[in-house]
């Protein structure tokens, strides 16, 4: 069982930046993935950023240049820079780790609670 905790998002104005933290507790797996998504009201959620316990990243079309994923793998936490936030970045962001259990052939998936992120003049 993995926990995730995240911390870091509010209320910023269109121009601003945010950054978000999740740290992941519990029987962590050292390859891994983290990342963060994000849903929108009356859209489906979306992936934002996402990086392997070796640093390869991947990001959505409209966040790239904008936003930045990192993480600390010696602290189990990821973190997710947003700069120049937009109106249309307002949403909730979920945190999200994953690994691939080999002895069953499954991807074991865990999510966060959630936090606001609302961009607003």
């Known amino acids: 069982q993995v926990q995730l905790v995240e911390s870091g998002g509010g209320l910023v104005q269109p121009g601003g930046s945010l950054r978000l933290s999740c740290a992941a507790s519990?029987?962590?797996?050292?390859?891994?993935?983290m990342g963060w998504y994000r849903q929108a009201p009356g859209k489906e959620r979306e992936l934002v950023a996402t990086?392997?316990?070796?640093?390869?990243?991947n990001y959505a079309d409209s966040v790239k240049g904008r936003f930045t994923i990192s993480r600390d793998n010696a602290k189990n936490t990821v973190y997710l820079q947003m700069n120049n936030l937009k109106p249309e970045d307002t949403a909730v962001y979920y945190c999200?780790?994953?690994?691939?259990?080999?002895?069953?052939?499954?991807?074991?998936?865990?999510w966060g609670q959630g936090t606001q992120v609302t961009v607003s003049s």
């Open positions: 990086s392997t316990n070796a640093g390869d990243t």
């Open positions: 999200n780790y994953n690994h691939y259990h080999n002895l069953d052939r499954r991807v074991y998936n865990y």
């Open positions: 519990g029987s962590i797996f050292a390859i891994n993935t």
